[in-house]
Nanobody
Framework: QAQLVESGGGLVQPGGSLRLSCAAS????????MGWYRQAPGKQRELVAR???????IYADPAKGRFTIRRDNAKNTMYLQMNDLKPEDTAVYYC?????????WGQGTQVTVSS
């Protein structure tokens, strides 16, 4: 059983930056694939970025060139560096880890981009 806690969300002006963190409890963190998802009001949850066991990354088109996903297995933590934020990035951001049939989600952290 793994528990995930996101942090780092908040209110930022357009063009600003935030770094989200996802701290995981439990063991074998390095054996999980990991990802960030987001859900804006009235919309479905969508993938933002994923990172595999080897560090290979996948980004959704809105995140390409602006967001960077990273994992630190020694700290059981995943990060999402978000730069040049836009109002359309406003959403609740969730971290997700999985392995085989195991799939865990955090509670989410709110990111609001507004002037």
């Amino acid at each position: 059983q793994a528990q995930l806690v996101e942090s780092g969300g908040g209110l930022v002006q357009p063009g600003g930056s935030l770094r989200l963190s996802c701290a995981a409890s439990g063991s074998a963190f390095s054996l999980y694939y990991m990802g960030w998802y987001r859900q804006a009001p009235g919309k479905q949850r969508e993938l933002v970025a994923r990172i595999g066991l080897s560090g290979a990354t996948i980004y959704a088109d809105p995140a390409k060139g602006r967001f960077t996903i990273r994992r630190d297995n020694a700290k059981n933590t995943m990060y999402l560096q978000m730069n040049d934020l836009k109002p359309e990035d406003t959403a609740v951001y969730y971290c997700n880890i999985g392995r085989g049939t195991l799939d865990y989600w955090g509670q989410g952290t709110q990111v609001t981009v507004s002037s």
